[in-house]
């Protein structure tokens, strides 16, 4: 069952990235916001393979670039992702 993992909190505070990594599958995607958008630093979030999202208004206001593996989206499109995938898990 494809599930939306969403990562709000800096891989620099804590390992919630490194644990949702952990657990995702082939056909899961994590979205990254709040200050997880600095999980675009991780090394290992390209490496498994699965769809990066991040959202726009986050990764903009903290000036990063986007790498060519992640998708950037809206308020509008995140809800979209909700919609997309059968499960969301938000990892707080």
């Known amino acids: 069952m494809p599930t939306l993992h969403v990562v709000s909190h800096s891989p620099f505070s804590d390992n919630r ?18 200050d ?21 208004e986050d990764h903009q ?8 593996w992640a998708v950037s989206v809206d308020y509008p499109g995140f809800v979209q992702l909700s919609i997309d995938y059968d499960k969301v898990n938000s990892w707080l």
Request: charged share 15%.
């Open 17 to 34: 990235l490194a644990s949702c990594l952990r657990v995702c599958g082939s056909q899961d995607a994590i979205l990254l916001c709040g």
């Open 36 to 56: 997880g958008v600095y999980g675009l630093h991780d090394p290992d979030l390209p490496a498994k393979g699965v769809k990066v999202f991040v959202l726009a």
């Open 61 to 68: 206001a903290r000036n990063l670039s986007l790498p060519d």
